[in-house]
T-cell receptor, first 113, second 114 residues
Framework: GENVEQHPSTLSVQEGDSAVIKCTYS??????FPWYKQELGKGPQLIID?????GEKKDQRIAVTLNKTAKHFSLHITETQPEDSAVYFC????????????FGTGTRLTIIP | GAGVSQSPSNKVTEKGKDVELRCDPI?????LYWYRQSLGQGLEFLIY????????KSGLPSDRFSAERTGGSVSTLTIQRTQQEDSAVYLC????????????FGPGTRLTVL
């Protein structure tokens, strides 16, 4: 089955700086890669996703890049703000009719004012 | 509109007792998922319901775990003879049709087994 590894497990950045979180996946057939943000006491919320037919997607301060050859994808947050502090999860969905998302173990991002 | 709701928000039980966790998905969503999130860990898939199809139970960790979805809407996750290792946050999510549609998560139920 699919295996998703996520790094780093914790990340602290100064407010205004950029943050990058990286994930690798094992199943070359995977074709959908969402990123979720989880705030304390809440369920995860989708913030951006990318499909295997594109290499990059942006939404304001958030971007995701995908390298299918290397089987890794990354989340980039620019101009970080205190409200970006949360736990971020990457996930991957394979293409063999398997409807299960496999999640990474999460990155706790702390923005230092 | 209303999001995914779960009840109870917290549940403390004694080892060996049975517990039932409830999920109300977003109206009109045909897909429903249960996940388990242990402290400091990612989300572990448990079970997936899609319309009237047979559920995908491949993530259930043991036969003490079961789930049903009545009328294609509300779902109940039941854990029998709870063990301390069952302590976790149980998250429910729903999506319009399938896994490539956005999954909307509920706030979770925090289960503590003493």
């Amino acid at each position: 089955g699919e295996n998703v590894e996520q790094h780093p497990s914790t990340l602290s950045v100064q407010e205004g700086d950029s943050a990058v979180i990286k994930c690798t996946y094992s199943d070359s057939a995977s074709n959908y890669f969402p990123w979720y943000k989880q705030e304390l006491g809440k369920g995860p919320q989708l913030i951006i996703d990318i499909r295997s037919n594109v290499g990059e997607k942006k939404d304001q301060r958030i971007a995701v890049t995908l390298n299918k050859t290397a089987k890794h994808f990354s989340l980039h947050i620019t101009e970080t703000q205190p409200e970006d502090s949360a736990v971020y999860f990457c996930a991957a969905l394979d293409d063999f009719g398997n409807e299960k998302l496999t999640f990474g173990t999460g990155t706790r991002l702390t923005i230092i004012p | 509109g209303a999001g995914v709701s779960q009840s109870p928000s917290n549940k403390v039980t004694e080892k060996g007792k049975d517990v039932e966790l409830r999920c109300d998905p977003i109206s009109g969503h045909t897909a429903l998922y249960w996940y388990r999130q242990s402290l400091g860990q990612g989300l572990e898939f448990l079970i997936y319901f899609q319309g009237n199809s047979a559920p995908d139970k491949s993530g259930l960790p043991s036969d003490r775990f079961s789930a049903e979805r009545t009328g294609g809407s509300v779902s109940t996750l039941t854990i029998q003879r709870t063990q301390q290792e069952d302590s976790a946050v149980y998250l429910c999510a729903s999506s319009l049709a399938g896994s490539t549609d956005t999954q909307y998560f509920g706030p979770g139920t925090r289960l503590t087994v003493l």
